[in-house]
């Protein structure tokens, strides 16, 4: 870090303007979202609670149309008096008094965020029915009712105590709390994580201890004199971890069923069409015809090279190859950031190349069909090149801007999302520059010549796409639940609740599928396993991974999540030294790209946006921000052991789990 004073100021006084300035404008697009009529989001209250109809939970598309749920509240007045009801209807409701019609639904759902007041005057003594049928458009009917006056609550009539539902007038039960998303099966097949856990400690315990004895043997200069010469480089382990990748690919290249993956089928049917047409689809024409196109080139042109040598289903199976390969790619690319973020300390390269590699999401995703692995190589590269040109500030030069902006565009022709990274290497690549005196001997004009020459690869390599989108359609973006598809689908939740946001928990003992529960455990679950079982909504249908350790690492991943943190918080400890270290910028993708799913997850109310796959090209910053959490205490010689023997459980738990 510079100990210039002058420029250290002025890059703390940026960044906090930078930081102020998104985290206005996340709230600003966050509290305009739930203004909108579209917005599924139901604002809680304190007199009450929403209530659905109590359904289990479907993880598969649910069919298209409209809902209607009955609810009806039974009571008695033991004297006449009137009652003042305000409720909330998602989208829309009837209400009837005693089979006598109060209010009819006029067709309007845009409004009903605004809500219903209704006054039930001079109410006679004795039981009384209050209905309510509420009705809504591809998502589930919910209702909000609480009384106005002090002596009515004694009634009790606010939702959701005493309340039933019913779809059909005819049989009725109790009305459920929207915060209870309803059964799930499926994730009930699995033993929980602290079980497997416990069940796998004949494998881990002799694992953890060669580890850490092995450390132990060797720092402490106690070992035997063959253990004090074992050493392992990074450059050598990341070769293992490739050795290992390919014997694991080898392995499972047949064993997996083409059915597996998320999207599989609408992933093939873009590569199929490519292949025959020679041309690009409109994202009008079919279920993931809306992604970018730089993976189906490829699988395409692979897949017809393929056809001339062997049939369809053996050419499906060898189109695997790709995202086999990205994910080869993926830990090279991961340990050459590692070596950039800590220069000399081969212990933490060594743990970061075997976190961000070995992470389970970087081995579900690399083994089916979809254009995540490659998007993810490529926005790796972006770090990697990003990371060179903030560390390399004084040997900076026009070709690593050149491929810096080939990386990006690549990234963005891969999928939209890492058009998310264009604002954040702009800015930390400027930054440094920002802060420098006019006298100082910095060529300011070349690194501006850099970045201008980066953003004109990035929009001819890649941007060329999204201008084809906005001529087209009126806007670069079309994402696959916007309307001009006229593709209409919906799935639960369909709504979503203060709780999705603030819950956590589920995802450490009972993971599989808990996306269910909130974006976080949605998040974990599907970082550190393979939760949502690779698209799989049927236990027999599930990936063949090994259930028991897969289960077991939901629990150990608690130690990575923690170091991560740590490395966020040491990264804020010191901002001005993270900026030139390259960790901000590391720890800044990380927040820019969970502040963008969380948006998603809040305008998209399905469950399956919760996913940390969006996250797949950010491999690199979980493994570095990891070892920058830990770092301070690895001078401690039993730390240092513990860890090393916690990374060998960890690593050989993951690999064993998908290693079919």
Known sequence: MPQDPYKN??????????????????????NSSLSMPDNSYLAAHPKARWIKLDLPFRLNARNNGSEITLFRRKFELKEPMDISLQLKAFRGAGVWLDGVPVRKFDGDMGKWREGIALVLPDLAAGKHELKIAVVNENAHPALLLWTEDVGVEALDISTPDGWEASRDDFVWNQAADVATPGSLQIANEFESSDQALLASLPLMLPLFLFGAGFVWLRESGKGPAFVRSIDFTPAQFRCILLGLWAVMAFNNFHDLPLKLGMDSVGHFKYIEYVAENFSLPSPLEGWQMFQPPLYYIISAAFYKFLLLFMDVESALYWLRLIPLACGAIMIEVCYRCAVKAFDENRFAQIGATLISGFLPMNFAMAQFWGNESLAAVF????????????????????????????????????????????????????????????????????????????LIITAVSGGWYYLRNWLSYGKPFVGGWDKIREISWWQDHSYRIWEHFTSFGSAVIKPVYSTVNGIWDGLYSTLWLDANLSGMSKFTSRPPWDDQLMMATALLALVPSIMILAGIGRTFYKPVRSVFNGRMFLVACIVVYFTAEAYLYLNLPVYSTAKASYTLGLLPCYGILAMAGIKPLLKNIYVKSALCGFMTVWGTTIYLTYFV
């Open 379 to 454: 926005s790796a590269l972006t770090i990697l090149m990003c990371l060179i040109i903030i560390k390399d500030r004084d040997r900076r030069n026009l070709l690593d801007f050149a491929l810096l902006g080939f990386c990006l565009g690549l990234a963005i022709l891969s999928k939209a999302t890492c058009t998310l990274l264009i604002p954040m290497v702009i800015f930390f690549v400027l930054l440094p520059l920002m802060a420098e005196k006019s006298d100082s001997s910095v060529d300011k004009g070349a690194s501006l010549r850099g970045v201008l020459l980066c």
């Open 9 to 30: 100021r002025v890059v703390l006084g940026i960044l906090v303007l930078a930081i102020c300035a998104f985290v206005g404008a996340a709230f600003y697009a966050f």
